[in-house]
């Protein structure tokens, strides 16, 4: 293999790592997270009745910024999951991390409220 050849090759694989690691910081951005939430949330909202709109929300930080206040009705619940669900593949894989502990601790949370 030529030296030309090898330099190519490097230079690819480098490209290719740098590409992925930005891929990674930008998923967990406060700005991508905050457009995300302002999704799924809408979608909650529209599957939801009428009577539970307004019992879905979501507040970020001022100060915190990747720190958001869910704020929803346990009936409402079911609705936020279905539309994370429904989101998942779409997000960036950090983000997709993100969401799915999201999922967990509200999971974690309506448990803790049946026992």
Known sequence: M??????ELTD???SKMSSDIT?????????NI????N??????????????????G???DPILYLKFNLNIS???????MIAISDNLDDMPYTTRLYF????????????KSLV
């Open 34 to 37: 905050a457009l995300w939430y």
């Open 74 to 80: 346990k009936r409402a619940v079911r609705y936020l």
């Open 58 to 60: 979501v507040k970020q």
């Open 2 to 7: 030529s030296s030309k050849t090898l330099k």
């Open 39 to 56: 999704k799924v949330i809408g979608e909650a909202k529209e599957m939801a009745p009428p009577w539970l709109v307004d019992k879905i």
């Open 100 to 111: 799915l502990k999201v999922q967990e601790l509200v999971t974690q949370e309506m448990d």
């Open 12 to 14: 690819r694989m480098f």
């Open 23 to 31: 891929g990674l910081k930008e998923g967990l951005d406060p700005e």
